[in-house]
């Protein structure tokens, strides 16, 4: 079995559908945005053996043709009749639509609204929708365990056990799995995760000392790595996100230390 994901990009409002033909500029966007229209990128997930002769599990032009025809058309009926839906109520409909046109099996879509806001439906559960959004906050700290000597610290953390600190531009993000009611609402919106994220993790965090500041991390919490940092972000958002009562369950948070180094709690 292998897995492909496609990923269609396109603009809807007063995008023409038929535009440039097959001088169309896929990269940055088909149908191009006119004027001030909306940008969306549709990430499709599927799975399946491979065509004996094509060596493809369905061809892209397939998946690129239902976006861009069927789910772009979605997207822009609700843009225009009911613009304060919740993205995840129209995943029902957008996974259905490419579903019923993709010749291999779809495992997920997921409609990207801006380089940090994504609503993924899988098709294994198609009475929720998964919500992410990330937020930063900068903050410092010293990877330092008490029990150990100086050397042993220095050994093992290196620069990280700088006595005086060093700090980072963290970027959190939070993976909610979000309920649609029976009408496909979600009662869980994107600014209850946002009001829930600032109050717990940005703003305790935000422009502070971990180690000094934040008890979790202070005399008797956990050494501040990434790896902690993503655990006692899900610990501090969990509780508040279910208590909501709005059907959410946080199901992990990713933390970026850099580009190049992040964790995800749990697993
Ligand atoms: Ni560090």
Redesign the pocket.
Known sequence: MTELIRIVRFAVGSADPDGPGEHANGHGGFPSARGLDRYFELSVRCRGELGSQSGYIVNIKVIDDVVRSGAAAVIARACRDRPDAEPGELMPEILETIRRACPAEVSSVTLRLSPYYCVEMEARDRSRVLVRQRFEFAAS?R?HVDHLSDEENLLLFGK?NNPRG?G?NYIVEPCVECALDEDSRQPFTLLDLERLTIACVVEPFDHRNLNLEVDDFGPGGVNPTVENIARVCYERLAKPIGNLGKGARLRSVTVW?SERTAATYPA
């Open positions: 700290h990877l990280c060093h980072h230390e």
